[in-house]
C-alpha cells in the first residue's frame, strides 16, 4: 500500500518568477522563498517530499543569453542549458527550503539536496517535428513575427496571454538516477530532481546515453520520477486554482474531484491546451492508473491546502 504522506511535488514556474516580474535575482529570492515557507509547512505535518520545477523562462532566458552572444562566446546546446537551469534553480530551493527548515526547527529531515538529473526520451518521438513546448519571456505578437522571421524561432499564443517561444518536447520515458533520488529519499533527505522535465537524453543501442535539443514538459517527467518511486500522493503546483473546462471563456467550470476516465474525455475533447494545463492532467491521469492513490492540481500560494485536499482539483480512481 502506498503512503498517502509521501508526496512528490512539482513546482511551477511562480516558484521562481511571476508573470509580472522582471526576473531579478530580488524576483528569484522572494518567490523561491514564498515557495519553501509552503514546502516547509508540508514537511512539518509529517509529508516526505520530493521536488521537481519547471524551468520554462529560465531555460528560454539561457538559451536568448547565449543567441545574443553567440559572435563572443560559442553557444551551447539546449540539453546543456537545461542542466544549467537545474543548478541555477536548485540552488534557490536547496538554501530557501534549508533556511526555513532551520528557522521553523525542523530537524527530522537531514536537509535539501538538488542534483542534475537525466531523463529518457526516443530519438523518433514526433514532437521533434512538432514543437509545443512554451520557454523564455512573453512577446506581442508583432514582436513575435519578428522573431520567427529574423531567428527562425517556432512562436505560439500563450493561453495565459501573449506570444512565446516553443520548442519539441517529447514524451519522457524514464529517469536515469531515479535509484539515487530513492536511496537520498530513504537517507532522510529532501531531494529536488528533474528540474525541468530533466536533462533530455536518449539511449543509444550499445547503451550509452547522448543529449537531445529539447526541454521535456516538467510535469509528464515528474509522473514518471513519482511513479518510479512509489509515492502515494502527485501534486502538481501552477498558477492557477484548478483544472477547468473551456478555460478562459464566459462558460469557464471548475473541476473539483474528477476520475481518471472523466479527465481523460474531457483531455480528449480538447479542453486542456498543450504546452499549459493538458501536459499536467495527462500527468496525473498516468500517476493514478500507474497505482497512485491521488493526484491533485491547484496554485502555489495555496500549497498546503491542495496537498491537503482543502484547494484545487483532485484526480481519483476510476
Known amino acids: 500500500m502506498r503512503n498517502p504522506k509521501f508526496v512528490l511535488i512539482a513546482l511551477g514556474g511562480n516558484a521562481f518568477q511571476s508573470k509580472n516580474d522582471k526576473g531579478t535575482v530580488e524576483d528569484y529570492w522572494r518567490n523561491a522563498y514564498r515557495a ?38 560559442p553557444p551551447m546546446s539546449m540539453d546543456i542549458a537545461n542542466a544549467m537551469t537545474q543548478g541555477w534553480l536548485g540552488y534557490l530551493l536547496m538554501q530557501a527550503i534549508g533556511n526555513e527548515l532551520v528557522r521553523e526547527g525542523v530537524r527530522h529531515v537531514k536537509g535539501v539536496v538538488a542534483i ?27 514582436e513575435a513575427k519578428k522573431l520567427t522571421k529574423e531567428k527562425g524561432w517556432f512562436m ?37 530532481a528533474s528540474g525541468g522535465g530533466g536533462i533530455p537524453v536518449v539511449r543509444e543501442p550499445n547503451g550509452t546515453l547522448r543529449g537531445v535539443e529539447a526541454v521535456i514538459d516538467k510535469d509528464l517527467a515528474a509522473e514518471r520520477l513519482a511513479t518510479a518511486l512509489g509515492v502515494g500522493l502527485f501534486v502538481i503546483l501552477t498558477d492557477v486554482d484548478k483544472v477547468y ?17 472523466e479527465a481523460e474525455k474531457y483531455y480528449k475533447e480538447g479542453h486542456f491546451k498543450p504546452g499549459s494545463m493538458g501536459p499536467k492532467v495527462l500527468a496525473a491521469i498516468r500517476f493514478v492508473r500507474n497505482g497512485g492513490l491521488e493526484a491533485r492540481i491547484g496554485h502555489l500560494y495555496h500549497a498546503y491546502d491542495v496537498v491537503t485536499g482543502k484547494s484545487g482539483t483532485r484526480i481519483v480512481p476510476g
Do not use: C
Not at 515557507?37 to 509529508?47: L, P, R, T
Not at 520530493?50 to 529560465?58: A, F, K, S
Not at 471563456?249 to 474531484?257: E, G, I, R, Y
Open 156 to 192: 505560439k499564443p500563450d493561453p495565459r496571454g501573449g506570444w512565446r517561444r516553443v520548442v519539441p518536447s517529447p514524451d519522457p520515458k524514464d529517469n536515469v538516477e531515479k535509484w539515487a533520488v530513492k536511496a537520498l529519499v530513504d537517507a532522510g533527505w529532501i531531494v529536488v
Open 116 to 142: 542534475t538529473n537525466q531523463v529518457i526520451v526516443d530519438a523518433n518521438d514526433p514532437a521533434f517535428q512538432s514543437p509545443t513546448k512554451y520557454i523564455g519571456p512573453y512577446y506581442t505578437k508583432e
Open 245 to 261: 473546462l473551456n478555460y478562459g471563456t464566459p462558460s469557464a467550470k471548475p473541476l473539483d474531484v474528477v476520475t481518471t476516465s
Open 36 to 73: 519553501a515557507k509552503a514546502i516547509v509547512k508540508i514537511i512539518k505535518e509529517g509529508y516526505k517530499v520530493v521536488l521537481t520545477h519547471g524551468n520554462g523562462p529560465q531555460v528560454g532566458n539561457i538559451l536568448e543569453w547565449m543567441e545574443a552572444l553567440r559572435d563572443k562566446i
